[in-house]
């Protein structure tokens, strides 16, 4: 066997994930070389940016939890801690009946804690406002296994208290259905909570209370995208190796090491590590483990994707002020952005103002706005048929009505699309992860790792290739 420091680990996949498990490798006490394999031309998965008039834009993931230390420590340990910026997050609103009304504040995953500051806003009708209290007296719903979100909202709260106040937010999270979501992997801790208190109204208020004025997002100067190449600088300085256009077609044990098939069919490559991380999407790391393990290649299968697109849009300033009337002062674009119910006939799922939400944007672009909108998602790939000029189109005309944006045109548009990019927390996702884990835990030298797991967040995902490092058994 060889030593210590001829071993070699390979990480599949340079999303966020496998750029995480492969700096935490590159400095482990292991000595490994390590090699990250990555089949497209680009690395980063879903950070990733564009130009708009020059503007450096976040085309998809743009934020990180301020609490959780994984994401900001590995920011700061590539140098990139003195650009981190904290995102204005305030004013968000929800569409009803084509109107923007305000969301309710120190919501906790859409739930209100304030019943007289949500009959104040005016998104719910008389009759689902006031069947909003029976959840102090209904009895306690059973949590015992999973539940969808809709189902158990709407069991506590009522149906429109799903549409219009928790699919939202969901939504622009995860683009699904919010009647097939899982509670327990999308919104673990207020299931959590909600297991020990027979209110869901009180289980939110108490998680209000803990989070104090609820979360708080960072974000890089120049964009979250940067954080990309600073990784792969620190792995090469690090001894790391960086493949793209290296398409993993092939996993198996051959002893004690692995055999990875790496290339074309015609010509193939066969590369011998000691330990492997699979930081690719659920389906292909089921292509890749059909062979190895049977069970985790099984529940892989089970875990289903969306593809969405991002249209990001920029106006002239004074257009939008015009556009929105004297009734509008101060700032062209308000807020943060706004979400919009699934029982809206609108073919958008959120928008967000991105030069409301980070300063160091505004200051760049001047006399001018940047909005980025979210389309697709679940049971609306259509949308994403048609060619880039059109779904821009679509996108100013669908803000045009919202935002009552009168003549204003965008002055520019930049279109990305994310085909199967988003995996959906059904219900019964976490007995899927378990037992994924479960079955890889019996092949010393595999890990995995990705959103496909405990969270499509960024530090989510480089909290998964944390553990995937941890648990990495080389012998």
């Known amino acids: 066997m060889a030593g210590a420091a001829d071993r070699r680990i390979a990480v599949v996949g340079a999303g966020i994930a496998g750029l995480a498990a492969a700096w935490h490798l590159s400095r482990s006490a292991s000595g490994a070389h390590v090699v990250l394999l990555e089949g497209a031309t680009r690395l980063g998965g879903k950070l990733a940016g564009a130009e708009l008039l020059g503007l ?3 085309t998809a993931a743009d934020r990180l939890l301020a609490h959780r230390p994984e ?9 990139l801690g003195e650009r981190l910026v904290e995102a204005v997050t305030a004013g968000r609103q929800i569409v009803v009946d084509g109107v923007l009304r305000p969301a309710p504040s120190n919501a906790v995953a859409g739930i209100p ?28 719903t059973d949590l015992d296994g999973d539940v969808s979100v809709g189902r158990y909202v709407g069991e506590r709260l009522g149906v429109q208290a799903v549409d219009r106040l928790v699919a939202p937010p969901l939504r ?26 027979r209110s869901l109204l009180a289980a939110a ?21 940067a954080l990309v190449p600073a990784i792969a600088d620190a792995l090469t300085q690090a001894g790391a190796e960086i493949r793209t256009r290296s398409h993993v077609r092939g996993l198996a044990r051959m002893g004690r090491r692995w055999v990875l098939t790496v290339g074309s069919a015609a010509a193939p490559e066969h590369l ?3 330990g492997v991380v699979l930081a690719v999407p659920a389906p292909a790391a089921a292509r890749l483990l059909a062979d190895v393990s049977l069970g985790a290649s099984v529940h892989l299968a089970e875990i289903e994707y969306a593809a969405v697109a991002t249209v990001a849009l920029a106006y002239r300033s004074a257009d939008l002020r015009l556009g929105a009337g004297e009734d509008r002062p101060g700032r062209a674009l308000p807020g943060a952005g706004f979400w919009v119910p699934p029982s ?18 505004a200051r760049r672009a001047g006399e001018h706005e940047v909005v980025r909108v979210l389309l697709g998602g679940v049971g609306r790939t259509s949308l994403l048929q048609v060619p880039d000029p059109e779904l821009a189109e679509l996108a100013h005309q669908e803000l045009g009505f919202l935002l009552r944006l009168g003549r204003a045109r965008p002055v520019a548009s930049t279109v990305t699309r994310w085909g199967g990019a988003l995996p959906q927390y059904t219900v019964g996702h976490a007995m899927r992860v378990r037992a994924i884990r479960e079955s890889i835990a019996t092949l010393p030298g595999l890990a995995v790792c990705g959103a496909a797991y405990d969270g499509t967040g960024v530090a989510a995902c480089i909290a998964s290739a944390e553990r995937a490092v941890a648990d990495l058994d080389v012998r």
């Open 56 to 58: 450096p834009i976040d």
């Open 71 to 79: 994401a900001v420590d590995l920011v700061a340990a590539v140098g």
């Open 113 to 140: 804690t304030d019943l007289t500051e949500l009959a104040r806003l005016g998104i719910l009708d008389a009759g689902a406002l006031a069947r909003m209290p029976l959840d102090h007296v209904l009895p306690a």
């Open 172 to 197: 622009a999270i995860h683009v699904g259905d919010v009647t097939a979501l899982s509670l327990q992997a999308t919104m673990p801790r207020l299931y959590g909570r909600a297991r020990t208190e």
């Open 205 to 225: 208020r108490r998680l209000a209370a803990e989070g104090g004025d609820g979360p708080r997002y960072l974000g890089l100067a120049g964009g979250l995208a």
């Open 272 to 274: 011998e590590v000691d």
């Open 344 to 361: 809206e006939p609108r073919r958008v799922i959120a928008a967000e103002y991105l030069t409301t939400t980070w300063d160091w944007l």
